[in-house]
């Protein structure tokens, strides 16, 4: 039973546009919610993150938007760019700092 | 990632052998993390230590064991591999601001 759905598993988009993952989690105690970016032959890289306190954080063309109400918490990547292509993770940490990862989407961006 | 590395970075094994998994970090944390990914399951944690004198269960300890000999270093056994332990597995470390993986072992159980 993964605690964190991820959806879509693969997303394909043009060079410009932009791609939307988008999460959803049952526990209410996480505190703490972050993306990883991964490419090929690598380990995840810690991407952008939110706490439930803030409903949205911008950091350069990644947006990570967060509805506590309804446990749904999503990433925008805007201006998608080649280099993007990659896959991503959404993530909620409880007590412990301990993550629950969700399935993971496989992005690729086409020039 | 270079300040946690893994090795080996593929292994292949047969059924029923012991491997071991290594992993040491240059960050100073003392949370370490190992993880295993298979495709659309995301990471799921295996185990967890928190210092060299704390170790605890994640998820899917089942079949596994692990050893932290120093605050650098926390390898993970499998005792008597088997197929379905075939997977990509992470070594992670942690502060307050997240977690910071290595690059990885690609196993292999035929």
């Known amino acids: 039973q993964q605690q964190v759905k991820q959806s879509p598993q693969s997303l394909i988009v043009q060079k410009g546009g932009i791609s939307i993952i988008n999460c959803a989690y049952e526990?209410?105690?996480?505190?703490?919610f972050p993306w990883y970016q991964q490419f090929p032959g690598k380990g995840p890289a810690l991407l952008i993150a939110?706490?439930?306190?803030?409903s949205e954080k911008k950091e350069g063309r990644f947006t990570i938007s967060f509805n506590k109400s309804a446990k749904q918490f999503s990433l925008h990547i805007m201006d998608s760019q080649p280099g993007d292509s990659a896959t991503y993770f959404c993530?909620?940490?409880?007590?412990?700092?301990?993550?629950?990862f969700g399935g993971g989407t496989r992005v690729l961006v086409k020039p | 990632d270079a300040d946690v590395t893994q090795t080996p970075r593929n292994r292949i094994t047969k059924t029923g052998k012991r491997i071991m998994l290594e992993c040491s970090q240059t960050?100073?944390?003392?949370?370490m993390y190992w993880y295993r990914q298979d495709p659309g399951l995301g990471l799921r944690l295996i185990y967890y230590?928190?210092?060299?004198?704390?170790?605890n269960k994640g998820e899917i300890s089942d079949g596994y064991s692990v050893s932290r000999q120093a605050q650098a270093k926390f390898s993970l056994s499998l005792e008597s591999a088997i197929p379905n332990q075939t997977a990509l597995y992470f070594c992670?470390?942690?502060?307050?601001?997240?977690?910071?993986f290595g690059p990885g072992t690609r196993l292999t159980v035929l």
């Open positions: 993530a909620a940490k409880a007590a412990g700092n301990k993550l629950t």
């Open positions: 526990n209410t105690a996480f505190d703490y």
């Open positions: 992670a470390t942690s502060d307050f601001n997240g977690q910071y």
């Open positions: 230590s928190f210092d060299v004198k704390d170790i």
């Open positions: 960050k100073g944390h003392d949370r």
């Open positions: 939110i706490r439930p306190d803030v």
